[in-house]
């Protein structure tokens, strides 16, 4: 039993002083009060679950080696992230339409880039390269970057679009959703595409993460991040070339 016992200290006592008694304090019911509110509240507790983004994480599936190079060809899309800066090295903006948008370039070329320089003055001749911009969507239409892999993933957004819709009117739990989009994403008689994304040396983090950002918007399970090489870098030398864009 706990207690707290207060005694004298000793020495003389004054005449007609009042005679101190020793105190008792029992905790032993406060102590069963606690274990007994505790416990009240671990079983009327509600265990939410937390509100956690959900990432269309690249698949581990394996590729034949018979299927590599049909899958490069029909399937595969660079992406080269760029950005505009000024003489500062901030990033420049620019508005379109009522929003302000980070001026990120997106080269980016469906397949096998094109090479071929007959003339031999460094400049690719017909380079297969494009140029986009990370622009969402405006009036419910995909715009920019996201609108060319929104066409190359279309089938699988089909479908996973028909499993939001079962989720929304509760036919199906939000683990059951989940899980049926994820086998969707990597249903490999689907065409979906395979997306290289390449950073520039003068690209920013901000442009490699709304990369990502449209790896998941668009449902695309097959991508990974990679190193510029060579022929990129002559592919874009060779575009802004032939278009008349200054060269830094």
């Known amino acids: 039993m706990a207690q707290i016992e207060q005694s004298d200290k ?17 905790f032993t019911p406060m102590v069963d009060m606690n274990m007994l509110l505790i416990t009240f509240f671990m079983l009327c507790t509600t265990m939410i679950k937390s509100q956690t983004l959900s990432i269309a994480l690249p698949s581990n599936e394996k590729v034949e080696q018979e299927q590599k190079n049909k899958t490069k060809q029909s399937e595969a899309i660079t992406l080269i992230l760029d950005t505009e800066r000024d003489e500062k090295g901030n990033v420049v903006t620019e508005m379109v339409g009522d929003k302000v948008y980070p001026k ?34 405006v009036a419910g239409e995909t715009q920019g970057i996201r609108k060319i892999l929104h066409e190359r993933n279309e089938k699988v957004l089909e479908k996973v679009a028909v499993l939001k819709q079962d989720w929304k009117a509760k036919k199906i739990t939000e683990d059951q959703f989940q899980e049926e989009a994820k086998k969707v994403r990597n249903d490999s008689t689907l065409t979906r595409p395979v997306v290289i994304i390449k950073a520039g040396p003068n690209a920013s983090y901000e442009s490699l993460i ?21 022929t990129d870098s002559a592919l874009i030398l060779s575009y802004k070339t032939l278009n008349n864009i200054p060269v830094e």
């Open 104 to 137: 990120h370039i997106v080269y980016y070329y469906e397949g096998k880039p094109e090479v071929a320089d007959e003339n031999k003055d460094g400049i690719i001749d017909n380079p297969n390269i494009k140029v986009e911009y990370f622009r969402g969507n």
């Open 210 to 230: 709304s990369a990502l950002d449209e790896m998941q918007i668009n449902q695309i399970s097959r991508y990974q991040i990679d190193n510029i090489n060579g």
């Open 10 to 26: 000793g020495g003389k006592k004054k005449k007609g002083a009042q005679k101190k008694m020793p105190i008792h304090v029992d």
